[in-house]
């Protein structure tokens, strides 16, 4: 079957860096997306990942490794806006996402 | 701004009366997904249109369906809503339907089944 794993929940300190992994086993690859989830309202999209390395945007990276079924989103300079859960998604060989239930990330002071 | 709209934004509904959830967009794309979400779960795909195609998945119950009169607009019926179908129900497009096609997602509609 398909499957996407994320921890459920992490906390961090505003200011610090954080990194949110995320481990997949798929029918097929089509790249690996990260969105970010405010609660009560609808995914956001973030970053999108087909081949291997580090994608930089802002206080946002996101990393693939193909080979390990592994990426990770890193988030630096936190701020409290960035309270929210994080989702991993990837895109099978149907063209299909596969979602991960979610990261929720909690900022502290 | 292009966007995705989703109306309305909190529906209550009676167990077992029919209702219907809308979706409308103006970023002209070809595909449009209704996904339904529950408390801290992963978004679940319920169906989705490549333009006039409609792709059901094979999870989706008999009691959701779907239409979509045109490129702007995607309705989701819930024939008759139990008390399992409450959830946030999000209306997603995306320009095609292949490698790094990033959906766009709507606020969505959270629907309360009393």
């Known amino acids: 079957g398909q499957n996407i794993d994320q921890p459920t929940e992490m906390t961090a300190t505003e200011g610090a860096i954080v990194q949110i992994n995320c481990t997949y086993q798929?029918?097929?690859?089509?790249?690996l997306f990260w969105y970010q989830q405010h609660a009560g309202e609808a995914p956001t999209f973030l970053s999108y990942n087909v081949l291997d390395g580090l994608e930089e945007k802002g206080r946002f990276s996101s990393f693939l490794s193909r080979s390990k079924g592994y990426s990770y989103l890193l988030l630096k300079e936190l701020q409290m806006k960035d309270s929210a859960s994080y989702l991993c998604a990837v895109m099978d060989s149907n063209y299909q996402l596969i979602w991960g239930a979610g990261t929720k990330l909690i900022i502290k002071p | 701004d292009a966007m995705v709209i989703q109306n309305p934004r909190y529906q209550v509904t009676q167990f077992g009366k029919p209702v219907t959830l809308s979706c409308s967009q103006t970023l002209n794309h070809n595909v449009m997904y209704w996904y339904q979400q529950k408390s801290s779960q992963a978004p679940k795909l319920l169906f989705h249109y490549y333009d006039k195609d409609f792709n059901n998945e094979a999870d989706t119950p008999d009691n959701f369906q779907s239409r979509r009169p045109n490129t702007s607009f995607c309705f989701l019926d819930i024939r008759s809503p139990g008390l399992g179908d409450a959830a946030m129900y999000l209306c997603?497009?995306?320009?095609?339907?292949?490698?790094?096609?990033?959906?766009?997602f709507g606020p969505g509609t959270r629907l309360l089944v009393l």
């Open positions: 997603a497009t995306s320009s095609d339907f292949s490698g790094g096609e990033t959906q766009y």
């Open positions: 798929t029918s097929g690859f089509n790249g």
